[in-house]
């Protein structure tokens, strides 16, 4: 449980990426060499922003309610959203070299892209507080836990009409 507390901005930003997208899109419409879109329609400027501002918001909010885990100093909520977003592009960016549509299915990537953009943030910029506050049960914890949440947040974007596909 410590360590779906440790990553709820995280797990907020990317929800509420997909909830708070749409628009235009973060290469704005625009093609990479190899003449394929760079991310794609699915990764839109309110998705990012919206995502973030809601992520940064939880993790502020977590800090006033329990201090004692964590607290998420602003560094750290910045690994945690920024980073989640940008592991989704690069998610994103990689399927479309694969030439893969937006929405394509891509198992493992799809389910823990924004973790691992959270980690790699936090290991490069916030280090002390990684080492400190996740111990290699909570890495596994998550890595197990997330493709169940992700499912179920997915569905439920699909009901919502922000998702075309549930997954
Ligand atoms: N979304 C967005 N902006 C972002 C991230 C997500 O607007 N930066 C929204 C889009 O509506 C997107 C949905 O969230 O369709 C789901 O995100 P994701 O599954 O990552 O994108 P896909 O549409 O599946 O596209 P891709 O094939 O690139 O993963
Ligand atoms: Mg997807």
Partial sequence: MVAI????PAYVTNAFAVLTGG???IDLGKNFLDGRRIFGDGKTWKGLIGGIVVGMCTGSAQTVLLPSFGPFPLLVLFCLTFGALFGDLCKSFIKRRLDMERGAKAPIMDQLDFILGAW???ILFAHPWFIENFTSYHVIVILVITPLLHRI???IGHKLGKKDVPW
Avoid: E
């Fill in 23 to 25: 628009g235009r899109p």
């Fill in 153 to 155: 947040t997915n569905i």
């Fill in 5 to 8: 507390w440790l990553m709820l």
């Fill in 120 to 122: 790699l943030f936090l």
